[in-house]
């Protein structure tokens, strides 16, 4: 399988790229983004691509890739809704609209949110987007495509949010992240299960378009890779 990533110097897309990397069945990875990964393996190859609204001058390299892991987002909080709607929905269809293009074939898993409203008329800015995102890219003709909403998420194996107040939120919250894990397994989900469990859906399906943290980690747990 041949895999894009979008958004891997992120805390999920750094998670996600290591687990692909762990995957034997993965035989290239590209990442596409603002910078390079700073990552070394002989599977990955990297477009450090300053402008993610406009794909033009490297469609050619986007082609013939199995699926596309969409791991960048940004936190809505001091922005207006048309800003963050640029940067959410704007940016994430340029993206999709051109590798439906190009892979028709392609599996699509997007990173969205835990309370994502589909509706696109609830009171909360940043789930209005996210669902005009999300119902946006399932009309998409992808073989599959597969809204991921994780909740609260524990980054593992070095994993590191580039968000400053995300980072020391981590830091506070790490000696109890465990415990409530314990307490509440389905609800918060490590940077590892999330790489998981898009490798597993872009491998196998799943029988829902839209998963919530309990699917995520079903997915994870029921993948072959868990072994490991």
């Known amino acids: 399988m041949k895999v894009l990533i979008f958004g891997a110097t992120g805390m999920v897309g750094q998670g996600v790229l290591r687990e692909c990397l762990l995957d034997p069945e993965i035989e290239k990875v590209l990442t596409v983004g603002r910078s390079a990964t700073g990552v070394r393996d002989t599977r990955l190859f990297e477009i450090v691509q300053p402008d993610l609204f406009r794909y033009l001058n490297i469609e050619a390299q986007l082609s ?74 399932l009309r998409l003709p992808f073989k599959r495509a597969y809204m991921f909403r994780p909740g609260v998420i524990q980054p593992v194996h070095g994993a590191r949010s580039k968000t400053t107040a995300y980072r020391v939120g981590y830091a506070l919250t790490k000696p109890v992240l465990p415990l409530l894990r314990r307490l509440f397994p389905r609800y918060i989900l490590t940077t590892e299960e999330i790489g998981r469990a898009m490798i597993a859906v872009a491998k196998r399906g799943a029988p829902k378009n839209i998963l919530e943290s309990w699917d995520i980690r079903d997915c994870a747990s029921a993948s072959p890779e868990n072994t490991r």
């Open 64 to 137: 013939g890739f199995d699926a596309c892991f969409f791991c960048l987002g940004i936190s809505s909080a001091g922005m207006s809704e048309r800003d963050y709607g640029n940067l959410t929905y704007t940016l994430t269809l340029a993206v999709a609209e051109t590798l439906s293009r190009l892979n028709p074939a392609m599996t699509f898993v997007y990173v969205s949110g835990a309370g994502t409203d589909s509706s696109e008329k609830g009171r909360v800015m940043w789930a209005r987007v996210k669902g005009k995102t999300e119902n946006a890219l």
